[in-house]
C-alpha cells in the first residue's frame, strides 16, 4: 500500500480593501516569521505575483524540505467582477506532502505549525485532508450518503464552504462567521462543547481551532468514527 497523501488547506475570504501587493506583503510578512517545515522564516520570499488576464494570481516558493509542496493564489481585485459568497471564489494556501516523508513530522505540523499559518494568512477555514477519506466519506452517489446529496440540493448551502461544516477533518480551523453561519454559534460555545472530548480544542486568533486525530497511521475506519462521534457534540449533521 502506498504511503497517504496529506494535503493542508488554508481558505481566506477575498478583500477589495486590500491590494494583491498589500495582501501578498501582508502575509509574507507573518509566514517569514517562523521556520521549516512550513514557514518562511530564512527563505527567498516570492514576490507578489500578478494576475495577466486572469481572475487568480498565484505564487510558489521553494521549500527546504524535500517532498513538501507548496502552492498559493490571490483572487482578482477589478472594482467591476463580482464576488459571490461561494467557497469557489476563495484564495488559498495549500502544502502537499507523503505522511512517510521522515523530514515532516505530522503531529507537529497539526499541533504546532498550522496554527502559526492561521496566524499570518488569516484564513476562515482551515482543513487537513488525509488521502481520500474525506472524498469517500461524502461519496459518490445518493445510495452512498443520501445525507450528503440531500445537502447538495440546496443551492442555500456551500457544503464545507462559507456557510457549511459537513465533514470533520483530522484538524481544522473555522473562523467566528463561519462557526455562526454554519453551526449557529460562536467559537466559544465550539470549546465548550469539546473540551476534553477531543484532542486539541483551541481559540486561535477570531476563531477555534481543532485536532481531532493526530495519528499518522490514521485508518478510514477511525476518520468515519471520528466524525460519527463528535459531529453530534456540533449538532451537524
Known amino acids: 500500500m502506498s504511503a497517504a497523501d496529506i494535503e493542508l488547506w488554508f481558505y481566506a475570504r477575498p478583500n477589495r480593501g486590500f491590494s494583491i501587493e498589500q495582501r501578498h506583503a501582508r502575509v ?4 517569514s516569521r517562523f521556520g521549516a517545515p ?3 522564516k530564512g527563505l527567498n520570499l516570492p514576490i507578489a505575483p500578478d494576475c495577466g488576464g486572469e481572475l487568480a494570481a498565484v505564487y510558489g516558493i521553494k521549500l527546504p524540505v524535500r517532498g513538501l509542496k507548496f502552492i498559493g493564489d490571490y483572487t ?3 472594482e467591476k467582477y463580482v464576488y459571490h459568497d461561494r467557497a469557489y471564489m476563495d484564495e488559498h494556501i495549500r502544502y502537499g506532502f507523503k505522511i512517510s516523508n521522515k523530514k515532516i513530522d505530522y503531529s507537529d505540523v497539526v499541533k504546532n505549525q498550522i496554527p502559526k499559518v492561521v496566524e499570518a494568512f488569516e484564513p476562515y477555514r482551515v482543513r487537513v485532508d488525509y488521502d481520500m477519506y474525506a472524498f469517500n ?3 459518490r452517489s445518493p445510495e452512498d450518503n443520501p445525507i450528503y446529496f440531500k445537502l447538495r440540493e440546496d443551492e442555500s448551502i456551500n457544503i464545507d464552504g462559507r456557510n457549511n461544516i459537513y465533514t470533520l477533518y483530522p484538524a481544522q480551523f473555522w473562523d467566528a462567521e463561519l462557526c455562526e453561519r454554519a453551526l449557529g454559534y460562536g467559537p466559544d460555545e465550539v ?5 476534553g ?12 481551532y481543532l485536532v481531532l486525530n493526530d495519528d499518522p497511521e490514521l485508518t478510514y475506519e477511525d476518520f468515519v468514527e471520528m466524525n460519527q462521534r463528535i459531529k453530534p457534540m456540533l449538532g451537524v449533521v
Open 28 to 31: 509574507m510578512d507573518g509566514m
Open 38 to 40: 512550513l514557514g518562511f
Open 76 to 78: 482578482y481585485r477589478g
Open 137 to 139: 466519506y461524502q461519496g
Open 191 to 195: 470549546v465548550a462543547r469539546l473540551q
Open 197 to 208: 472530548k477531543v484532542q486539541d480544542v483551541r481559540r486561535l486568533t477570531n476563531g477555534v
